[in-house]
């Protein structure tokens, strides 16, 4: 490998090591603000709200965690009273979860609280204040394209629809 290579490899790992780490911090603070026992249970009950009846397979699969351990924090949720699960009436091994009233309640606040408890918030306006919207657009493509290479479309594509079926009728938080 060329070293010029190396050291973009090696520049690469380590910024976004160093974004994580803050990501991974304020995704354990937005947890807990929504008191949720971590941030793992965030992102589960996200997705559980974007794809009502998702399978924990699916979960499974677009979280890279394994299927016992989304079942394990599923369980916690449900005893919160943040989701429910229906076993489907074709397959009773296959599991559909969906959000409980009180889980689409957590979800919205959180969603309210982004600006204050993700520090990429503010980090992603400083961008487009400096540069533009266009290159915080170009920022998120080349994103996307990374993570499809490394993982495939098919694994990633959620990430972009999760958004775009974030449910935009009436808020059910005061």
Avoid at 121 to 148: D, I, N, W
Wanted: proline share 3%; glycine share 4%; net charge negative.
């Amino acid at each position: 490998m060329k070293s010029q290579a190396v050291r973009q490899v090696y520049e690469a790992l380590n910024t976004l090591r160093a974004i994580n780490v803050v990501n991974k911090d304020d995704w354990e603070r937005a947890a807990k603000a929504a008191g949720l026992n971590s941030s793992v249970q965030l992102n589960i009950l996200w997705i559980i709200y974007c794809y009502e009846g998702v399978r924990v397979t699916q979960i499974a699969d677009w979280t890279f965690w394994h299927p016992s351990s989304i079942v394990i924090h599923i369980k916690k949720l449900m005893e919160k009273g943040l989701v429910t699960i229906e076993k489907s009436d074709s397959d009773g091994r296959v599991v559909h979860v969906f959000p409980t009233l009180a889980g689409r309640q957590v979800i919205e606040l959180s969603r309210q609280n982004v600006p204050s408890l993700f520090r990429l918030s503010a980090a992603l306006e400083s961008l487009e204040e400096r540069y533009s919207p266009v290159v915080v657009e170009l920022f998120f493509e080349c994103m996307t394209f990374l993570a499809q290479s490394l993982h495939g479309a098919d694994k990633v594509r959620w990430i972009q629809e999760g958004e775009e079926r974030y449910p935009e009728q009436t808020s059910i938080v005061g």
